[in-house]
């Protein structure tokens, strides 16, 4: 079992960066693909990016491909969501996310979810 523990969220302006981390603890921490989502006000949750366990693979939603990096350092058992060039339509609950399987992370469905960070982008 593992436990997530987001990081870094906040209130910023249109184009300014952010750093998102995710703290993990409790289990083999380069055993879990992991993963971003977010969630609106009134919308559904999305994938935003993932990450295979090892970094070498990595994935992104369309609307996010350019913007945003997501990496890990497997020996701090952290796992990161750079953002550069915010909007407001990427105002959301961000959450991390973690699973044995790679796959089951990019779809949404990992066994392991954090609590959510909040980043707000004014226009």
């Known amino acids: 079992q593992v436990q997530l523990v987001e990081s870094g969220g906040g209130l910023v302006q249109t184009g300014d960066s952010l750093r998102l981390s995710c703290a993990a603890v409790?289990?083999?921490?380069?055993?879990?693909?992991m993963g971003w989502f977010r969630q609106a006000p009134g919308k559904e949750r999305e994938f935003v990016a993932a990450i295979s366990r090892s970094g070498s693979s990595t994935y992104y939603a369309n609307s996010v491909k350019g913007r945003f990096t997501i990496s890990r350092d497997n020996a701090k058992n952290t796992v990161y969501l750079q953002m550069n060039s915010l909007k407001p339509d990427d105002t959301a609950v961000y959450y991390c996310?973690?699973?044995?399987?790679?796959?089951?992370?990019?779809?949404?469905?990992?066994?392991?979810w954090g609590q959510g960070t909040q980043v707000t982008v004014s226009s």
């Open positions: 996310a973690a699973d044995q399987n790679s796959y089951a992370v990019r779809t949404g469905t990992p066994d392991y």
């Open positions: 409790g289990s083999i921490f380069s055993s879990y693909a």
